[in-house]
C-alpha cells in the first residue's frame, strides 16, 4: 500500500536560511511524487512533481526536491527562505492500481521568522 | 484560465441537516475529484469522476455522501443527513487525461476547499 510520512508537523526557520522540509514514502512500486503548498485560504498548490524522470526536480519559488530510491525520501529544500513561504506543505504519492488516487501526508507548516 | 471554483467557501449547518458542495473544474479537464480533511488528519481521498462516471469511489465515508456530475461538468457532493464527523474541509481538483506513453504525469489542481462545520 501507498503511503507518505511528513517528519515534521511545523518547522521554523528565519527569513535568508535553508528550508529543509522531510518527507519518506512507502510504495511498492516507482511512485509519482509531488509537493504542494496552501497559503491561508487559498487552494492547493503544485510545487514540483517527480515522474521517474530526473532523480533532482526543480519546482517554482525556488523550491528543489531529490528523490532518492535507497531512502524512500523526497524531502524539498530551498536555499533561501522568504517571508512568503510560510505556509503548509503537502507531500503527496501517487496510487499504484489508480494512480489517479493521491495519498497525502499530514502537512508541514513552515513558518518563516523575520 | 480559470482555476477550479468551490461554493460555498464556508457551511455551518447543525447535526442532521442537508449540505451540498459544489465544484467547477477547469475548463476541458475530464478528471474531477473530491477530498477531504477533517480535523487534525491528513487529505483523503474520496472520488474519482472521468466525466460524468464515477471511477473510483473506494474514499466515501458512508451512504450519507452522494456524488454526481451530470454533464460531466461541474459537480456536487450531497451530505445527507449530517453527522458532527463530517466537519472538516472538503477539496475539490480537477486534471487532464494524457494521452498514451506520457506515463503517470497527471497533475491535480485544486480548488480553494469548502469548509464544513456541523454543529
Known amino acids: 500500500a501507498q503511503s507518505v510520512t511528513q517528519l515534521d508537523s511545523h518547522v521554523s526557520v528565519s527569513e535568508g536560511t535553508p528550508v529543509l522540509l522531510r518527507c519518506n514514502y512507502s510504495?511498492?512500486?516507482?511512485?509519482?511524487l509531488f509537493w504542494y503548498v496552501q497559503h491561508p485560504n487559498k487552494g492547493l498548490q503544485l510545487l514540483l512533481k517527480y515522474t521517474s524522470a530526473a532523480t533532482l526536480v526543480k519546482g517554482i519559488n525556488g523550491f528543489e526536491a531529490e528523490f532518492k530510491k535507497s531512502e524512500t525520501s523526497f524531502h524539498l529544500t530551498k536555499p533561501s527562505a522568504h517571508m512568503s513561504d510560510a505556509a503548509e506543505y503537502f507531500c503527496v504519492v501517487s496510487g499504484f492500481y489508480n494512480f489517479n488516487k493521491f495519498y497525502f501526508g499530514s502537512g508541514t507548516k513552515l513558518n518563516v521568522k523575520p | 484560465e480559470a482555476g477550479v471554483t468551490q461554493f460555498p467557501s464556508h457551511s455551518v449547518i447543525e447535526k442532521g441537516q442537508t449540505v451540498t458542495l459544489r465544484c467547477d473544474p477547469i475548463?476541458?479537464?475530464?478528471?474531477l475529484y473530491w477530498y477531504r480533511r477533517v480535523m487534525g488528519k491528513e487529505i483523503k481521498f474520496l472520488l474519482h469522476?472521468?466525466?460524468?462516471?464515477?471511477?473510483?469511489e473506494s474514499g466515501m465515508p458512508n451512504n450519507r455522501f452522494l456524488a454526481e456530475r451530470t454533464g460531466g461538468t461541474y459537480s456536487t457532493l450531497k451530505v445527507q443527513p449530517a453527522e458532527l464527523e463530517d466537519s472538516g474541509v472538503y477539496f475539490c481538483a480537477s486534471s487532464q487525461t494524457l494521452g498514451l506513453g506520457q506515463g503517470r504525469q497527471e497533475t491535480q489542481y485544486f480548488g480553494p476547499g469548502t469548509r464544513l462545520l456541523v454543529l
Open positions: 510504495s511498492s512500486y516507482s511512485p509519482s
Open positions: 469522476f472521468v466525466k460524468e462516471s464515477k471511477q473510483d
Open positions: 475548463s476541458g479537464h475530464d478528471n
